[in-house]
C-alpha cells in the first residue's frame, strides 16, 4: 500500500470507530446489552487493525 492508501484507510476507519461508539452508547440507552457486547467485539477489530495500519504507515 502506499502512503496515501494506509493514510487513507486509517481516516475511514477512525470515521466508522466513531460511529460505532456512538451506535453503542444508543444501544446501551435502549437496554440491548447482547447487541453491545457484539459491537463492542467490532470496536477492538477497528483497534487492532488501526494499530496493524499504522505500523505500516510508520514503516513507510
Known sequence: MTRQELERE???????????QGDIEKLESTGHGQM????EA????????????NRQLANL
Open 42 to 53: 467490532r470496536l477492538e477489530a477497528m483497534e487492532n487493525r488501526l494499530a496493524e495500519l
Open 36 to 39: 453491545v457486547e457484539k459491537a
Open 10 to 20: 486509517i481516516t475511514e476507519l477512525k470515521n466508522d470507530y466513531i460511529r460505532q
